[in-house]
C-alpha cells in the first residue's frame, strides 16, 4: 500500500514536470494566436448545458459577470482547489461566476457521476458554486463549453489543449474569452486577481 501510494505521487509529481514544460509552450503559442483574426465565432451566451441535478443552465444568465470555468475532478491530487475556487467566488460575489465542468478524462480521477459530485465536492470542500454535468474533450461526444473554450474558431481568442484537471478559463462580462490559467495556477493567484478586477 505505501509502495502504490509512493508510485502514484511520483507518477503525479512527473506528470506535472512533463506538463508543465508543454503547457508553458502552449501559453506561449496562444499569446501569438490572440492577435489573428477571428472567423466563425459562436456567441458565448448561446452556450446551453446541464447540471449535475439535470437542470438546464443558460449561460445568458452570465451575461454582465466574468465567469472562471474550470475541469474538476475529486479524486485528483489539485481537488483542494475546490475550497479555494469557492473562496474566490465570495471574495467577487455578484462580480464573478466561478463553473465547474467534472471530467474523467485523466487517469479516472473523476469515478461519481451526478448529485454524487455535488455532494462529495460540498461536504469536503464547501462547494456552492456552480456544477455542471459531467462532460469530456474526448471522442465523439465532446462536451460543447469544453469545446468552446478550447477552440479558436469558436471562441476567437485562442485554441488551447487542456493538459489536466483544474485548467481555468476567464470569460469577461461581454462573454469574451480573456485569459487561461495552467491547472496548477492557483485560483488566488495574482495573474487570475488582476484579471477579475480589470474593467
Given at each position: 500500500m505505501?509502495?502504490?501510494r509512493?508510485m502514484r505521487?511520483?507518477?503525479?509529481l ?18 501569438a494566436?490572440a ?6 465565432t459562436?456567441?458565448?451566451y448561446?452556450?446551453q448545458?446541464?447540471?449535475l441535478?439535470?437542470?438546464s443552465?443558460a449561460f445568458e ?8 470555468l474550470v475541469?474538476?475532478?475529486t ?6 482547489q475546490l475550497?479555494t475556487?469557492q ?6 460575489k455578484?462580480r464573478?461566476v466561478?463553473?465547474g465542468i ?7 480521477q ?9 455532494e ?7 462547494v ?5 454535468a459531467?462532460?469530456?474533450?474526448r471522442?465523439k461526444s ?8 478550447t477552440n ?13 484537471n483544474y485548467q481555468k478559463?476567464?470569460v469577461d ?6 485569459d487561461?490559467?495552467l491547472p ?6 495574482g ?7 480589470k474593467?
Amino acid at each position: 500500500m505505501m509502495f502504490q501510494r509512493q508510485m502514484r505521487k511520483q507518477t503525479f509529481l512527473l506528470s506535472l514536470v512533463v506538463l508543465s514544460a508543454f503547457g508553458l509552450a502552449t501559453y506561449l503559442f496562444s499569446g501569438a494566436q490572440a492577435g489573428s483574426p477571428k472567423t466563425n465565432t459562436m456567441d458565448f451566451y448561446k452556450l446551453q448545458a446541464l447540471d449535475l441535478y439535470g437542470n438546464s443552465v443558460a449561460f445568458e444568465t452570465f451575461r454582465g459577470r466574468k465567469v472562471l470555468l474550470v475541469n474538476t475532478a475529486t479524486g485528483c491530487g489539485l481537488a483542494p482547489q475546490l475550497k479555494t475556487l469557492q473562496d474566490l467566488q465570495n471574495r467577487y460575489k455578484g462580480r464573478l461566476v466561478v463553473v465547474g465542468i467534472p471530467t474523467n478524462d485523466f487517469i479516472g480521477q473523476e469515478p461519481l457521476s451526478g448529485a454524487r459530485i455535488g455532494e462529495h465536492c460540498q461536504r469536503n470542500f464547501g462547494v456552492e458554486f456552480l456544477l455542471l454535468a459531467k462532460g469530456t474533450l474526448r471522442g465523439k461526444s465532446k462536451d460543447p463549453v469544453l469545446e468552446w473554450l478550447t477552440n479558436q474558431r469558436l471562441n476567437g481568442a485562442f485554441s488551447t489543449r487542456i493538459w489536466w484537471n483544474y485548467q481555468k478559463y476567464l470569460v469577461d462580462e461581454k462573454g469574451r474569452l480573456v485569459d487561461w490559467f495552467l491547472p496548477w495556477t492557483s485560483p488566488l493567484s495574482g495573474r487570475l486577481l488582476h484579471q477579475i478586477e480589470k474593467n
